[in-house]
């Protein structure tokens, strides 16, 4: 018996797995999205395509991954993904040696740095703004 592919959860298992929030993946997204049509989302049986696209280059999972998902393939994914060191370009010299939940939890805090650096930009500006404002 063939299995139906579910995109939706694909979606879901491969964020989960990255330990990334639906919130932050709605963030990556843009501003006409949040916490509540990603879950919406992931409810989906099929995701239309460019928002498929967008999702991997948001999550760095390539398409296919949740074109063609079951448990092993997914673990292979990731380990690949990590292992050839395209998971994320920071910039940094690649660490080897290093197991893929190490990495996936650097990948983590360099990603929960950006935002923490992107709120701090925010703010500043909105003093900025807010003093411009009071002139």
Partial sequence: MEQKIHQGRNVK???EMLGIKQESLAFDLGEDWNQKKISLLE???????DLLRQISAAL????????????EQAVNIISN????????????????????I????????EKIAL???????????????EKLIDK
Avoid at 81 to 100: I, K
């Fill in 115 to 129: 935002y923490e650096r992107m709120l701090k930009e925010k703010d500043e500006m909105m003093t900025r703004l």
């Fill in 43 to 49: 409810q989906k049986d099929i995701i239309e395509s």
């Fill in 102 to 109: 190490e990495k996936i939890v650097q990948l983590h805090e």
């Fill in 13 to 15: 298992r491969f964020r």
């Fill in 81 to 100: 993904t990590f292992d050839n060191g395209a998971f994320l370009n920071t910039g940094h010299t690649p660490t080897f040696n290093v197991s893929p």
């Fill in 60 to 71: 760095r999972i390539p398409v296919e991954a949740f074109q063609n998902f079951d448990e």
